[in-house]
Each structure stands twice: as C-alpha cells, then as structure tokens.
C-alpha cells in the first residue's frame, strides 16, 4: 500500500530532497532541537504526569458527542515519546482526542474507497499517528501525507524522554509505531509553500492545519486544500487561539466566510484552542 501512495508524490525520491533543497534546508538538519538533551527522563515523566492528570471535560463532552474516542493507555504513552517537552507553557495534547473523535466521526459517516489525508506541521508524529490510528480502529483504507521542514531519517535530539538514548531519527523515534506508519504515513520535508506545489493529490477528504503559525501560511495551505474538498470534508485548525495567534484566527474567520465552510470552535484553555471547518 505505501507504494501505491507514494505515486502521488511528484518528482520526489522516498522522503529525500535533492541537494538544492537539502542546502535550503540544512539548518534543520544541523540538532535543530539543540545539541544535547535538554533534561533528564524524571523531568519528562514529571510533566507527562501532571499533562496526564489535567481534565478537560469540553474534550470529554465532544468525545461523547460524537461517540468516539481514543484509546486512552495508547494515547497518553504516544504523548510521552512524542508531545512532552520542556518549554514554558503547559503541555496540552488534546488536539490528539479530538482530532481521532473527529476522522472517527468522518468514517463512520461517509462510505470511500480510500481516504485521503494532508497534514502540515509533523513534528514528531503525534498528530499523524493518532489519525493512522483512527484509521486502523475503523479498518479504513487511507494514507496520510505530512510535511515538514524536520527531516526524517536524520539523527538528531529531539527535546524528549528518549534523548538519553543519544541521538535518533524521527523513524527511529517512533519505531515502535513502524506497522502503522507502513500501513498509513508517508513523510515528506520541505516548506509547504514549496512542497505542496509537487504533490498530486485529487481529493483531500480531511486535512490538519498545523505548519508555520501566519495568516499568509494558512491561506496558502488551505488554496491548496479548498478546490480538492466536496460537501462533508473537513479541515482541522491547530491553535485557534485569539490571543496568542490572531493571524490564523484571521485567516480561519475568512476562509469559513468565503469558501462556504461551518465552524466549530473548541477551547480547551486560554494557550490552546482549535477550528474545525466542514464544507457545506
């Protein structure tokens, strides 16, 4: 299956970039995350504890809604390795719940063949896995195509529990995930900007907004996802949060008002909020 996904990918080499493209990115693959771990295993076990223990009844009452949920054992390990960082503010992985209970709800309410799935933003692999594992649970046909400008098969720390193990590769990384990748994910780096203009793809039933965090990049994305959407697609918006990113807030508010697409708005707290959009 992998190889059949990977003919949508234009003039691309199994997720490598040319040397062009590797010069234009190489700061990314010089430790971008910084050049030794940047905290022991018990500090990221502390802070996956606390993120664990925090309720979210909005996200329980959406769940409930639309009658799926996670795996919540699954879940929460996946954060572990892949959403516990050390930075400032709290960490919040419930775009992960929602984003399953959403492509769940999506299946189970529209009969294709085989789905199709563009996000942005990888990092590393989060979002991407809950999908493929929404997918799984439905015994659904489908491929996730994700972009980002992180290279996937470069050594690197990655600001997370499994840095004390030295440096390792995003497929490294989440080799304990490799079935579902092989049965789901296809990783392309590269700015979108870029990228997205190499990929043919006819239709995108659903699509995870989540790459560089502006009012220019999110209606760029989304001109691409727009024309390769029919009525009931949905695209998710990471960080619809006034606050702290008015400029996709801004691009979000006009592309629902102008492409004929709903809106449902979730706020989880005052740092973390997200727009679902469904084509009407």
């Known amino acids: 299956m992998l190889r059949k996904a990977q003919r949508i990918i234009q003039n691309f080499p199994n997720r490598?970039?040319?040397?062009?493209?590797?010069?234009?990115?190489?700061?990314?693959?010089?430790?971008?995350?910084?050049?030794?771990?940047?905290?022991k295993a018990d500090q990221y076990m502390e802070i996956w504890s606390k993120a664990r223990s925090q309720e979210y009844p909005i996200v329980d009452q959406f769940e409930n809604k639309l009658g799926y949920a996670i795996d919540e054992?699954?879940?929460?390990?996946?954060?572990?390795?892949t959403q516990v960082v050390i930075k400032k503010s709290n960490i919040c992985y419930q775009h992960g719940r929602l984003l399953y209970s959403v492509l769940s709800a999506y299946l189970s309410q529209h009969n294709t063949g085989s789905l199709n799935i563009l996000e942005t933003g990888t990092a590393r692999g989060f979002s991407s896995l809950c999908m493929a594992k929404a997918l799984n649970d439905a015994q659904k046909v489908g491929k996730i195509v994700t972009l980002d400008v992180?290279?996937?098969?470069?050594?690197?720390?990655?600001?997370?529990?499994?840095?004390?193990?030295?440096?390792?590769?995003?497929s490294e990384l989440?080799?304990?995930y490799q079935s579902l990748i092989e049965e789901y994910i296809l990783f392309v780096q590269g700015d979108s900007k870029?990228?997205?203009k190499k990929i043919d793809i006819p239709r995108i039933h659903f699509s995870f907004l989540?790459?560089?965090h502006t009012y220019k990049y999110i209606l760029n994305e989304f001109s691409f996802v727009r024309d390769k959407q029919k009525k009931g697609d949905i695209v998710f918006f990471d960080d619809?949060?006034?606050?702290?990113?008015?400029?996709?807030?801004k691009a979000v508010d006009e592309i629902c008002e102008k492409y004929n697409y709903s809106k449902e708005i979730i706020t989880v707290s005052e740092q973390r909020g997200y727009a679902i959009a469904q084509k009407i």
């Open 73 to 81: 054992n699954w879940f929460h390990d996946l954060a572990l390795l």
């Open 240 to 249: 619809y949060t006034p606050n702290f990113f008015p400029g996709i807030v």
């Open 16 to 39: 490598l970039l040319g040397p062009i493209d590797r010069w234009a990115y190489k700061q990314f693959y010089d430790y971008p995350f910084g050049n030794s771990p940047s905290a």
């Open 174 to 176: 989440l080799l304990n």
């Open 194 to 196: 870029i990228q997205l």
């Open 210 to 212: 989540d790459g560089a």
């Open 150 to 170: 992180i290279p996937h098969d470069v050594k690197m720390y990655w600001n997370c529990i499994a840095d004390e193990r030295g440096p390792v590769s995003r």
